[in-house]
């Protein structure tokens, strides 16, 4: 077959670019942390939980009975033994969490390397950091893989992760070591998050059935390592069960809640479904369609003249640039992945139907058939908002890596010459979401203005949003005026800040870390508030939290009233802070004033 005269360029980076695209990876990461430094996470809101968690489990607390948690015992306990190696010290999560980002990026592009060239994998792995790695999309810098609103679904998602990987890799390789290594990882996001377990199960129940089918299903190789996962799981579960009968039937999401409820329509998108579905057709199925279109007519040109090099040049560039142009001025940022999960079951369904239409195929089929298991599973947790926003930072790695592979792969394998021309749209794609997505983090971390300097951590806060945010000033004052309370002082702080009293270096003595419309009216009058009366704290710090997320009007308006009327009618304001009623801290009536 004649070749057209020079080298693609985009061939020449394939077969040269290996230390090229480790070196863009690396620098690209290394650019996010330096744009990001200090300002991960929030003092009240999620993260703040992260921190004082593991600090209560680390002094000897257990988890469920001491402490309420909602999600898997690994990642706490894994961060409470950070904490009595190296310290009680906000540095300590923040290396964690750039680790777990600095591995994401590893098997993100060990993954799509699977399947396709370094370009893809440079792509997927670059956004990567800029979509979700060290995303700022909304106020609460807690959407991150470095001080995320839970650990629990960033060292989940890495353990799942890294189980899809290796679990590709015995497929491909045949390597028992591999397999075993999968059953590992699998047990490890097995006891951490929900969701992610139910990923991570479906990947390897598809796995199952397609070994059956293929007939290379073994009982001595395979069975031993799901049944170790199960008693393993199973044991854990049942320890702490022991210790703490009510672990699942207090958790708020598994209760018939109509805030929680609520609140999981909502974050899964089903809240507003027809919008959803038309934000999808009109933004993301269009935008796709669009640089598939430009990419197909430049194919052809490129196909025509491909002897002329300036034509054949020409294509490439106009290809990025449409792919570029598209998705950078047409399609909002968080609209751009909605198509994703009926994209990839569109291919799921033809890739089992060709896999019962040519049984010979069926084998270098199955690792795309995984990938893509894995990655509509993960998505079936915003199965309508599909987005970096909120959940979607740590649900969205595998699915862009799948969407990376799809476009690298399987186009250059239809398209054969003209498949740089696709490849040359996908790099402009990719480019076009990394930026739009790092001017948004970048215009949100610019706001982070306020400096806070405790024994236990430095941060960057962020400065005033709105008057209903009270950020950053409101939130350093409040840690400095609890700082200066004596060592002893117990701190209750309602609905949510437990932060501001792991940074200000005092104790939350109660096992509640956040106050929330999610969690049910008669817990709170039957358990929660005896237990404040039991042991009532020498101060309470009520913080404003917008709550409308939840339906709700606020802490003690239309939820915990009667707790919040015990609190007004046994404390007595001592200081305001913030503008309005941003933060009040109150002390008991009649107590020795200590400020």
């Known amino acids: 077959?004649?070749?057209?005269?020079?080298?693609?360029?985009?061939?020449?980076?394939?077969?040269?670019?290996?230390?090229?695209?480790?070196?863009?990876?690396?620098?690209?990461?290394?650019?996010?942390?330096?744009?990001?430094?200090?300002?991960?996470?929030?003092?009240?809101?999620?993260?703040?939980?992260?921190?004082?968690?593991?600090?209560?489990?680390?002094?000897?607390?257990?988890?469920?009975?001491?402490?309420?948690?909602?999600?898997?015992?690994?990642?706490?306990?894994?961060?409470?033994?950070?904490?009595?190696?190296?310290?009680?010290?906000?540095?300590?999560?923040?290396?964690?969490?750039?680790?777990?980002?600095?591995?994401?990026?590893?098997?993100?592009?060990?993954?799509?390397?699977?399947f396709a060239g370094r370009l893809c994998a440079c792509c997927v792995t670059v956004s990567f950091i800029y979509i979700c790695g060290f995303a700022h999309l909304v106020p609460n810098a807690s959407f991150n893989f470095v001080i995320p609103y839970t650990f629990a679904a960033t060292y989940g998602m890495l353990f799942a992760l890294a189980s899809l990987f290796f679990l590709i890799r015995h497929v491909q390789k045949g390597a028992k070591a591999k397999f075993w290594l999968s059953v590992l990882f699998l047990t490890l996001a097995a006891l951490s998050k929900i969701e992610i377990l139910f990923a991570a199960g479906m990947l390897h129940l598809a796995f199952l059935i397609a070994y059956w089918r293929l007939g290379r299903l073994s009982v001595r190789a395979h069975f031993p390592g799901y049944g170790a996962v199960f008693a393993v799981v199973i044991l854990t579960y049942v320890l702490f069960l022991v210790n703490a009968p009510g672990m699942f039937a207090e958790n708020p999401w598994y209760s018939p809640n109509p805030a929680a409820r609520m609140y999981m329509r909502s974050v899964m998108g089903l809240a507003d479904w027809r919008m959803a579905l038309w934000c999808c057709v009109r933004y993301s199925f269009l935008g796709l369609a669009g640089v598939l279109a430009a990419a197909w007519v430049l194919a052809a040109v490129r196909g025509r003249w491909s002897r002329n090099a300036w034509v054949a040049g020409g294509?490439?560039?106009?290809?990025?640039?449409?792919?570029?142009?598209?998705?950078?001025?047409?399609?909002?940022?968080?609209?751009?992945?909605?198509?994703?999960?009926?994209?990839?079951?569109?291919?799921?369904?033809?890739?089992?139907?060709?896999?019962?239409?040519?049984?010979?195929?069926?084998?270098?089929?199955?690792?795309?058939?995984?990938?893509?298991?894995?990655?509509?599973?993960?998505?079936?947790?915003?199965?309508?908002?599909?987005?970096?926003?909120?959940?979607?930072?740590?649900?969205?790695?595998?699915?862009?890596?799948?969407?990376?592979?799809?476009?690298?792969?399987?186009?250059?394998?239809?398209?054969?010459?003209?498949?740089?021309?696709?490849?040359?749209?996908?790099?402009?794609?990719?480019?076009?979401?990394?930026?739009?997505?790092?001017?948004i983090s970048t215009r949100n971390y610019a706001l982070h203005t306020v400096s806070l300097e405790t024994p236990r951590g430095s941060l960057c806060l962020l400065g005033p949003v709105s008057e209903k945010l009270p950020y950053g000033a409101a939130y350093a004052e409040c840690v400095l005026f609890l700082s200066r309370l004596p060592p002893e002082t117990r701190v209750l702080v309602v609905p949510l800040g437990v932060g501001l009293v792991f940074f200000s270096g005092l104790d939350s003595p109660y096992g509640e870390t956040g106050y929330l419309p999610t969690v049910p009216e008669e817990r709170y009058n039957c358990r929660l508030l005896p237990a404040l009366k039991a042991r009532p704290p020498d101060v309470v710090v009520r913080v404003r939290v917008d709550a409308r997320e939840f339906g709700s009007q606020g802490f003690g308006v239309d939820y915990a009233v009667e707790m919040w009327e015990w609190i007004a009618e046994n404390y007595e304001p001592v200081k305001t802070i913030g503008q309005g009623d941003s933060i009040v801290v109150l002390r008991r009536r009649g107590a020795k004033p200590q400020y």
């Open 1 to 114: 077959m004649e070749q057209p005269p020079g080298k693609d360029v985009l061939t020449l980076l394939a077969a040269k670019g290996r230390y090229i695209a480790v070196a863009v990876c690396t620098a690209a990461y290394l650019h996010a942390v330096w744009m990001s430094w200090l300002k991960w996470g929030d003092l009240v809101v999620d993260a703040g939980v992260e921190y004082e968690l593991p600090r209560k489990l680390a002094d000897g607390q257990l988890l469920y009975r001491d402490v309420d948690y909602w999600f898997g015992p690994v990642p706490v306990y894994f961060n409470a033994l950070l904490y009595r190696v190296f310290g009680v010290h906000a540095s300590v999560l923040a290396a964690a969490g750039l680790t777990i980002a600095a591995l994401m990026c590893v098997l993100l592009y060990r993954l799509a390397r699977c």
């Open 315 to 439: 294509a490439l560039a106009a290809a990025f640039l449409a792919g570029a142009l598209i998705y950078q001025f047409y399609v909002p940022k968080n609209y751009a992945f909605l198509v994703l999960p009926e994209l990839f079951a569109a291919l799921l369904v033809f890739l089992v139907w060709r896999w019962f239409r040519a049984p010979e195929q069926r084998a270098g089929a199955l690792p795309t058939i995984l990938l893509l298991v894995f990655a509509l599973a993960v998505l079936a947790r915003i199965p309508l908002r599909t987005w970096a926003w909120h959940y979607g930072f740590y649900l969205l790695p595998v699915p862009l890596a799948a969407f990376g592979v799809l476009w690298f792969k399987a186009f250059a394998n239809w398209l054969g010459r003209s498949g740089p021309v696709f490849s040359a749209a996908g790099v402009g794609l990719f480019l076009a979401l990394s930026l739009g997505h790092y001017r």
